[in-house]
């Protein structure tokens, strides 16, 4: 039974990794007949891509672009926390929350708020932070209500006979319990604020990723437009892989055992 475990594990690996092969070799192809403006081969983006670490101002906008998804992350997912919370507390507020707060947040477009961030900040880190957090909100407060909904009462009681302090119920009970739901809207915003970020980036800032598209598209440097691009796929494979994933995996084993 092992061995066919492992037989399929490693045919699904070489289709996977075969398949992305095939991609680069069919993208070389093309791009030797066509212009690099156009297409750029793998070689040049992948030279632009090495200057995100070799250049000390590419890294610098790289590292501007990440502390603001990491930011609005942080602040979207505390600020959904706390609305969820106060949705259990005060049960009044569900219909609030559900057919008004989250029907406008979800349906608002997101050309829109990148707009109105511009109007009320100007260009500013203020305003890519103020567009992401918009954007990214409604989908922490989906998974921090999920997550409050499924506290098991009879856990909940257990933490009231342990301690009447409710901050201190609330970090020890309360947060390991919904941790599960918070980290898969992490990784959910986390993954959705870097596809906004250039845009917002685009709209109203002079630093980071995006206004280095912003230059690439002045210069029609399409190497840079494309290594930009797969730099952010990079960023977001790494920290998923080595932080968001082992984190969700960590608290769903811990909450399977204890139910």
């Avoid at 045919?11 to 403006?37: C, F, I, Q, T």
């Avoid at 990723?209 to 790494?238: E, K």
Wanted: aromatic share 10%.
């Amino acid at each position: 039974m092992c061995d066919v475990a492992a037989g399929k594990r490693i045919v699904e690996r070489v289709v996977a990794d075969g398949a992305v092969v095939l991609v680069v070799a069919l993208w070389w192809a093309a791009s030797r007949h066509l212009p690099v403006y156009v297409l750029p081969g793998p070689r040049e983006v992948a030279e632009a891509m090495a200057s995100f670490v070799t250049d000390p101002a590419n890294a610098w906008h790289a590292a501007v672009s990440f502390g603001r998804v990491i930011a609005s992350v942080v602040v979207a997912m505390t600020l959904a926390l706390g609305i969820a919370a106060a949705v259990r507390a005060f049960p009044v507020l569900d219909v609030v929350v559900e057919r008004r707060i989250l029907t406008l947040l979800n349906s608002f477009p997101s050309v829109g708020w990148a707009i109105l961030g511009v109007v009320w900040f100007k260009i500013s880190t203020p305003t890519v932070l103020f567009i992401q957090i918009a954007i990214v909100l409604p989908f922490c407060i989906v998974n921090a209500l999920a997550g409050f909904r499924e506290i098991d009462p009879e856990l909940d009681e257990l933490g009231r006979s342990l301690t009447r302090r409710p901050l201190r119920r609330f970090v020890k009970v309360t947060l390991p319990l919904v941790a599960p739901f918070l980290i898969a809207g992490i990784r959910v915003a986390y993954g959705i604020c870097w596809k906004i970020a250039l845009v917002s980036e685009l709209f109203g800032a002079s630093s980071g990723l995006g206004y280095l598209l912003m230059q690439a598209q002045s210069v029609s440097d399409a190497a840079t437009v494309f290594a930009t691009c797969l730099f952010i796929v990079l960023i977001y494979t790494v920290t998923d892989y080595l932080i968001l994933r082992p984190l969700a995996l960590h608290y769903s084993v811990n909450q399977g055992r204890q139910q």
